[in-house]
């Protein structure tokens, strides 16, 4: 598998004098691959993200971006072109007065021609489906539409990577499924990478691999179905088990015997069912 | 609320609304210059006919344009008593013993007052017939050339177009926290005025904090996005000059002409 980002041994922190918030961070993004990662409140993922586009660079070891180190200033722009954050707040990352606007700020940024620039933005829009409000204003958006249209203004930059800090934790169900709906399909048709960052571990086992981090370390990484087997671990590092686990861990308590882990409701349904054919 | 993001914008289809930005603006601009040209009764008629005929292409609805009016009106009104009762000018009109009219004063009271009223018109219709965003761009691009001696142009157009598209967010934010201190027993229409101005300092307070935040992150989601200030940096948004345009200027190029011939 091709690797895409580097991290190697990265440290990092704010402030000269605060304490560090990421200690020798290590980690591989391959390409194609939705990667999770889990953490509690201030472990250090954003830091993280911003560190893999260059908008902080490493006190300590290197980031590696399609072999562009993010120190080299010159590296930086093709970091920031190749990688591209959906941030949490759908209202505070919408700068243009329309969705074309919005969508275009990247493509300006960039010095793109006005052509292509329509071009793009068309292409993008359609693929999150957004090419009937190209007009609209964003007070006049839902938070899951602004979402999408954060997309697309990346996508519009043709990225191999998009990060999506806690992107849709602002979000109510209904626009949480459009946004990682739009996503999926831009993994599965455009063969994107996806680094997803989110407290929830329900949406982090639909993942191909996930990086668990605690106190700004990386604490492990795995394939879900392996990382979840540690559910004490991701307990007593203070997150949230998806429910259907739950409910398995909780009967395990009381005597059954499962023969994997169900990380879905569908597969927690199906290993319930079989279970009483067995008794 | 609305009405804030689009200024006083009314959307049409007239030969005002399809006109560039900058032919508008520049127009807006010379015709605050030429309307001091007028001196006599026959160029202010040159130039009311000149605003009308504006006001009538533009189609708007009339209270539109009253309504922009409506602030101005009592200066207008208080400018033409200044000089009706102040300038002692030509045959006397009235005398009411403590109060004195002369012809000059009543002319220049009303010169005076149709040139104001003219130039409100005017900038108005600039107004209400493009739209602030349109403006801004409008300006960023005239004032494009003034980048060479250091003008921060294409920072203030950006700092222009932000403020237009946080104003709704940012009210519709000032909703909601109202409505929280509300709840809590907080009172923003009633009551004595000192009570009513320490309520508005809990509303503040988080409306300034929020509003940081939302800068900080924006500033951040920019950077993500590759922006790194006007150099090299093209735009999406295109002004074309028309035949419209050049036959708006010919009109002035006249009417200017007309004014220079006519005036006394
Ligand atoms: N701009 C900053 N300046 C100084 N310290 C910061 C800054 N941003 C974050 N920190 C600190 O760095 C640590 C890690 O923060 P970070 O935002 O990376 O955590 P996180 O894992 O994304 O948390 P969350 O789940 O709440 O988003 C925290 O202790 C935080 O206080
Ligand atoms: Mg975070």
Redesign the interface.
């Known amino acids: 598998m091709e690797e895409l980002i580097t991290v190697q041994d990265v440290s990092f922190r704010y402030q000269e004098d605060q304490p560090h918030v990421l200690h020798g961070v290590s980690l591989s993004v391959y390409k194609g691959e939705w990667l999770a990662i889990v953490g509690h409140n201030g472990s250090g993922k954003s830091t993280l993200a911003?560190l893999l586009?260059g908008?902080q660079l490493p006190e300590k070891g290197d980031v590696l971006v399609e072999g562009y180190n993010s120190r080299d200033e010159e590296s930086i722009?093709e970091i920031?072109?190749r990688v591209?954050?959906v941030?949490q707040?759908p209202?505070?990352?919408?700068?243009?007065?329309s969705v074309?606007?919005d969508v275009?700020?990247?493509?300006?940024?960039?010095?793109?021609?006005?052509e292509l620039?329509?071009e793009r933005?068309n292409e993008s829009v359609q693929k999150v489906r957004m090419e009937d409000y190209l007009d609209q204003?964003?007070?006049r958006l839902s938070g899951g539409q602004k979402q999408r249209v954060a997309i697309a203004?990346?996508i519009a930059?043709r990225p191999s990577i998009v990060i999506l800090d806690e992107a849709t934790s602002m979000l109510d169900p209904a626009g949480r499924r459009e946004v990682l709906q739009t996503m999926r399909k831009l993994k599965e048709e455009e063969g994107m990478t996806v680094i997803s960052i989110t407290h929830d571990l329900e949406e982090a086992a639909q993942a191909d691999r996930l990086v668990v981090m605690n106190a700004g370390e990386v604490i492990d990484e795995g394939i879900p179905v392996e990382v979840f087997k540690k559910g004490d671990m991701l307990e007593q590092i203070g997150l949230d088990l998806p429910f259907p686990l739950q409910v398995q861990r909780a009967l395990s308590e009381r005597g059954y015997d499962f023969s994997r882990l169900t990380l879905s409701q569908e597969e927690l349904v199906n290993e319930l069912w079989t279970l009483q054919l067995k008794v | 609320m609305q009405n804030i993001i689009i200024g006083q914008y009314v959307p049409g289809q007239s030969f005002i609304h399809k006109l560039d930005p900058r032919a508008k603006l520049l127009t807006a601009f010379l015709f605050v210059i030429i309307v001091f040209l007028a001196n006599n009764w026959i160029t202010y008629v040159l130039l009311g006919a000149f605003t009308l005929l504006a006001i009538f292409v533009s189609k708007l609805p009339l209270r539109y344009i009253y309504n922009g009016l409506k602030p101005i009106l009592l200066v207008i009104i208080l400018t033409f008593l200044l000089h009706v009762f102040l300038t002692k000018e030509g045959p006397l009109l009235l005398d009411l013993g403590f109060l004195e009219v002369y012809e000059g004063g009543v002319e220049q009271g009303i010169f005076i007052s149709l040139r104001l009223l003219f130039l409100i018109l005017i900038t108005s219709l600039l107004t209400l017939t493009t739209t602030p965003i349109d403006i801004t761009v409008g300006i960023e691009t005239l004032l494009g050339p003034m980048k060479k001696i250091g003008l921060p142009v294409h920072e203030f157009a950006l700092m222009m177009s932000i403020a237009l598209r946080f104003i709704p967010t940012l009210l519709e934010e000032t909703e909601k926290i109202m409505k929280a201190q509300s709840a809590r027993g907080a009172q923003f229409s009633s009551g004595p005025i000192k009570e009513r101005l320490k309520s508005i300092v809990p509303l503040l307070v988080p409306l300034f904090v929020s509003a940081f935040k939302r800068a900080e992150d924006l500033a951040m989601a920019m950077e993500a996005r590759g922006y790194r200030g006007g150099e090299g940096r093209t735009s999406i948004r295109l002004l074309k000059w028309s035949g419209k345009d050049t036959t708006l200027f010919i009109i002035l190029l006249l009417l200017c002409v007309s004014l220079l011939l006519l005036r006394s």
């Open positions: 911003k586009n908008l722009w920031r072109r591209g954050i941030f707040n209202d505070n990352q919408f700068v243009g007065t074309r606007d275009a700020f990247g493509l300006e940024n960039s010095g793109m021609a006005r620039m329509l933005i204003e964003p007070h203004g990346i930059l």
